[in-house]
């Protein structure tokens, strides 16, 4: 049975009609890529599936009918939503960040130990851990928005541009700790991406969404051998 | 020499007033991100809960606790009943619902009660301590003050709860990404920001006499000890408002004409501070990267 799995997703912003019935599925354990153009509609389909947003449609997580479920409600049945522009707590410190995740998980168990998995995917966290959050260069931010996630002891991962204005040295960096979370097979995940080449490196298979649409799925190497995909997305 | 630390001690006294109100304001600013406008009226009302327990008979420490208590849960449904439906909406209609709120206190006390003044007991000894200007009162007003200041530090320092209602006002959509159920820690924020508001109001009434208009200068003094001493900082606060007191009351001896321009000098204090460091004395600097 897939992990997530959506029917018919339909969202809007006040009278502004944004999705239009969108339908994909994620398998547990898998890595899932939904690619599109900037104003697509990517934002907006993880707003909708982790309840950010009025939507309407079939929303299952884990077989469990979770569309008429309030946003905290999905995000404690284990569902990490690290939002466009990160969302970190700006005047709470590094640690104080991590600690509000911490409160809200699904099973209270370890703690302490979720803390120095974090740490130990990210060192530079515990380094700056007193440092207010507003200070972090944007690359150490993004690390606080996925370790803050992480905190949550989450089974699906909704990524939103993890890229979004980073060097591209730092944007490898973190996509290798993206694989090592993955691999450990700690959660699944559903990336959101501009950069296509970067996004179907990590994931097993992709959708492509237009204006709210999806016009394609596939595998990942079946998308990096379309050929529109290939010159539209990937530029070469 | 000896008249200017007598007028000081006098200053800190008054400065208690400010700073227990500078306290709740900070408090509600911590879980709404802005000002209530009608926080004064809250606490009054408050006030006038206790003395009515107090004309029934009721021993002054349980009035007063029970009034805390009940000023609490009245905070925390003035919000989930009137505030929730427009907790998102734009910040000038809650400023709208906050100054409809203190007019809505202000004259319902005045229904009720009418607007005489009336006298507040004072749970401590009467008459000045020894021979300086510093009534009984005084002294303990200034002791529950920094009490309330020492309980709100640890509650934000160092509780899970605090922690979560700094969260949820600073950004909401990501407190709720953290599972924060946000509207029951920000109606939380409002029980707490009625509870220390109506100590607040019980300690000044014995001062300045009951009456439903009891906080309208109060309250610009408190607004101003808070923003001196930093709207995200309940110490700054206090000493914001021990620090307005002192002033205002020195201005008021020794500069001619001072009477009468005491609030004009409370409010050039906030402008000259927000001019030189616009987070107030003790307020964080948000240390933005672009
Ligand atoms: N908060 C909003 N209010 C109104 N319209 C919005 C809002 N956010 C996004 N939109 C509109 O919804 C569409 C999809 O946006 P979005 O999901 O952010 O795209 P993407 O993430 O793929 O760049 C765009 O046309 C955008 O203008
Ligand atoms: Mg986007």
Same mark, same amino acid.
């Given at each position: 049975m897939a992990l997530l799995e959506v029917r018919d997703l339909r969202a809007w912003y006040g009278h502004t009609h944004v999705l239009h019935g969108c339908d994909f599925t994620l398998e547990e354990g898998s890595v899932t890529a939904i690619l599109g153009a900037n104003g697509a509609g990517k934002t907006t389909l993880l707003r909708a599936v982790s309840g950010m947003i009025r939507r309407s449609g079939e929303i299952r997580f884990d077989g469990q009918r979770v569309d008429r479920f309030s946003c905290e409600d999905i995000v404690r049945l284990g569902v990490a939503h690290v939002p466009e522009g990160r969302g970190t707590f700006d005047r709470l410190s590094v640690e104080e960040n991590l600690r509000v995740a911490a409160t809200a998980r699904r099973s209270n168990g370890d703690v302490k130990g979720d803390f120095e998995r974090v740490y130990g995917y990210f060192p530079r966290l515990q /380094? !700056?851990? %007193?440092? /207010?959050?507003? $200070?972090?260069?944007?690359?150490? /931010? @993004? #690390?606080?928005? =996925?370790? !803050?996630?992480? #905190? +949550?002891?989450? !089974?699906?991962? &909704?990524?939103?541009?993890? %890229? *979004?204005?980073?060097?591209? @040295? =730092? $944007?490898?960096? =973190? *996509?290798? =700790?993206?694989?090592?979370?993955? !691999?450990?097979? %700690?959660? %699944? #995940? +559903?990336?959101?991406? /501009?950069?296509?080449?970067?996004?179907?490196? &990590?994931?097993?298979?992709?959708y492509l969404i237009e204006t709210g649409r999806i016009v394609m799925s596939g595998t990942s190497d079946e998308f990096r051998a379309d050929e529109t995909v290939r010159r539209t997305y990937l530029g070469y | 020499m000896e008249l200017f630390v007598q007028q000081v001690i006098t200053g800190l006294a008054t400065g208690g007033i400010y700073a227990s109100i500078a306290l709740a304001v900070v408090m509600i600013y911590q879980a709404i991100d802005h000002f209530n406008f009608s926080q004064g009226e809250m606490a009054m009302f408050s006030t006038f809960v206790a003395w009515q327990l107090i004309v029934w008979g009721v021993p002054f420490w349980i009035a007063f606790f029970l009034t805390v208590a009940v000023s609490f849960v009245a905070g925390l449904f003035l919000f989930r009943v009137i505030l929730k439906p427009i907790h998102d909406g734009p910040a000038l209609s809650q400023i709208v619902v906050f100054i409809g709120l203190l007019c809505i206190f202000n004259s319902l006390a005045g229904t009720l009660w009418d607007f005489t003044v009336k006298p507040f007991p004072s749970p401590f000894p009467e008459g000045n301590i020894g021979s300086s200007l510093v009534s009984g009162h005084d002294l303990g007003m200034i002791g529950v003050t920094l009490a309330m200041l020492l309980a709100v530090y640890v509650f934000f320092r160092f509780s899970t709860m605090g922690l979560l209602v700094r969260a949820a006002a600073q950004n909401p959509a990501s407190a709720r990404l953290c599972g924060v159920r946000i509207l029951w820690v920000t109606a939380l924020g409002w029980g707490l920001a009625a509870a220390i508001g109506a100590v607040a109001g019980m300690l000044v009434a014995h001062k300045v006499f009951l009456e439903p208009n009891m906080m309208y200068s109060i309250i610009v003094y408190g607004f101003a000890a808070a923003v001196v001493g930093g709207l995200d900082s309940p110490g700054g606060a206090v000493v914001g408002g021990f620090l307005v007191g002192v002033i205002d009351n020195l201005c008021g001896v020794f500069v001619p004409a001072g009477d009468e321009l005491k609030l004009t000098f409370a409010l050039v204090l906030i402008v000259a501070v927000l001019m030189f460091r616009p987070t107030g004395l003790f307020g964080k600097r948000v240390v933005k990267r672009v």
């Open positions: /380094q !700056r851990k %007193s440092q /207010q959050a507003g $200070t972090l260069s944007g690359g150490e /931010q @993004q #690390m606080l928005a =996925i370790g !803050r996630a992480l #905190m +949550l002891s989450p !089974r699906l991962m &909704l990524l939103d541009e993890p %890229s *979004f204005g980073l060097a591209p @040295q =730092i $944007t490898r960096d =973190i *996509f290798h =700790i993206l694989a090592e979370i993955a !691999r450990n097979a %700690s959660a %699944s #995940m +559903l990336l959101v991406e /501009q950069n296509a080449a970067v996004a179907l490196e &990590l994931a097993d298979r992709a | -």
